[in-house]
């Protein structure tokens, strides 16, 4: 550890929660330099749905690599490149009668999203973009900006514009429809909110605390976007390459977004990887008006390619994803209803799942409880007070519940100490 205290920069924060030196990752599974076997819930914040190691992409990069494949190549054309696009054309697009134009960004997400924001800017004229409350789009300038969470945006240094904040779906409360508010002073020339360009929007806000938006919220918010001719970009970067049951999370919705940005699991192995796909008429770009060295990841299309091939070619994966995000459901109600005494609640979509806890404090004991038992999983929201399910889509059924087994005796042992506290003393997160 001595190295990573003397030279590494304080800004590291996974590093604090988990403090082992890993060597080694397959599937579902990591292992630290002294053996310590752990079940990983966290998969790289949602880039390894298909696992780590997955041996159906590693024989196909490792064949690329002996082969001389082109690592880099900036935007040119290359072999690899038109096989992920023909691939993801005929898997995803396609099927789904989908038709969009896909640009290659800077390889994380945050670059996806400064690059749709930039697009509606420019085909619109309008400069203003409608975020969400609990809304995480990344913590470059721009996408920051869109961000709720006020630990990233007030690391900013300077004043962060361009945006407008709007409720989003239950933060007002269940039984109010928050796209009223936005049609209302979208209607209204004296509400002070100027002509937007787009609206981006988390069909379930991740790091916002697993808070997803309802299917009649999203229609509704579809229908004020084209009443009063705003584009509809659907941030999908955690959401999205079937994390909460389909590839793309809004398709239960049945909504067309006018553009969607993708990133981490794109890629299949890890490998850092971004897009945006924006309907033809959006694609106005000027040659090189936008661009980065890394747009576009050679070796992360030979995977994406086999992640596509292998589990997107059918029904079958989606529906054994939503088979296991019933499961979860299921178990993480039996333990809230079990633990929480009507303080816990259950969250999300999907294999998109989390355990609203009392306060961070609450969530942090159990997370670092479950880490001394083997698992690794953390925490979202606000104040860090939701227990985030982030499991590899790929897991066993065994290793799912040995998982989910570990939360549960985490919070049971919590739980207990807590009862210890004077009742004067104790506080619930009322989200």
């Known amino acids: 550890m001595k190295i990573f205290e003397e030279i590494e920069s304080e800004v590291q924060s996974y590093a604090r929660a988990f403090p082992r030196i890993f060597n080694r990752a397959k599937g579902e599974q990591m292992w630290d330099e002294e053996g310590n076997e752990y079940l990983d819930f966290l998969a790289g914040a949602g ?10 992409f590693k024989g196909a990069l490792i064949d690329y690599i002996q082969n001389d494949g082109v690592t880099h190549g900036l935007d040119m054309h290359t072999k690899a490149k038109g096989e992920f696009l023909q691939t993801f054309n005929d898997k995803i697009l396609k099927p789904r009668g989908m038709e969009y134009m896909v640009q290659f960004t800077g390889p994380t997400g ?6 749709a924001m930039k697009i509606a800017r420019n085909v619109t004229g309008q400069q203003n973009i409608v975020t969400f ?8 300038l721009g996408s920051l900006a869109a961000t709720g969470n006020s630990h990233h945006r007030d690391a900013a240094g300077v004043s962060l514009s361009g945006t ?10 269940e039984n109010i429809d928050t796209t009223e508010y936005l049609d209302k002073v979208l209607s209204d020339s004296s509400s002070g909110i100027d002509s937007p360009a787009a609206v981006i929007v988390e069909t379930v806000q991740g790091e916002g605390g697993i808070n997803a938006a309802s299917i009649e919220w ?103 994803i939503k088979r296991k995000g019933r499961y979860i459901s299921e178990r993480l109600e039996n333990i809230v209803s079990q633990y929480g005494e009507g303080n816990f609640t259950a969250k999300g979509r999907g294999m998109f799942r989390g355990i ?28 860090d007070h939701v227990v985030k399910f982030l499991c590899p889509l790929i897991i066993s059924d065994d290793n799912l519940k040995k998982g989910i087994d570990i939360v549960e005796s985490a919070i049971r042992e919590v739980c207990a100490k807590v009862d ?12």
């Open 110 to 115: 945050t670059n996806a999203v400064e690059a």
């Open 356 to 383: 609203n806890c009392v306060n961070g404090e609450i969530a942090g004991k159990i997370t670092s409880n479950a880490f001394k038992k083997g698992l690794i999983i953390e925490t979202s929201g606000a104040d």
């Open 47 to 56: 880039t390894l749905n298909y696992g780590h190691n997955n041996d159906l």
């Open 420 to 431: 210890e506290i004077p009742e004067e003393k104790v506080y619930f997160y009322a989200g």
């Open 218 to 320: 999203l229609q509704n918010l579809q229908s004020v976007c084209k009443k009063h001719g705003l584009l509809l970009i659907v941030d999908d970067i955690q959401a999205g390459c079937g994390r909460t049951g389909d590839y793309f999370s809004f398709e239960e919705a049945g909504i067309e977004p006018d553009i969607i940005t993708l990133s981490k699991s794109l890629g299949g192995y890890g490998l850092p990887f971004a897009v945006v796909l924006m309907k033809p008429e959006l694609d106005q770009w000027k040659p090189g008006e936008h661009n980065g060295t890394f747009r576009g990841n050679n070796l992360a299309f030979v995977t994406a390619k086999a992640a596509l091939e292998h589990y997107w070619s059918d029904q079958q994966f989606s529906k054994d």
């Open 133 to 140: 409350t609990n809304g995480f789009h990344g913590v470059s």
């Open 164 to 173: 407008h904040r709007i409720p989003y779906d239950g933060y007002l409360g």
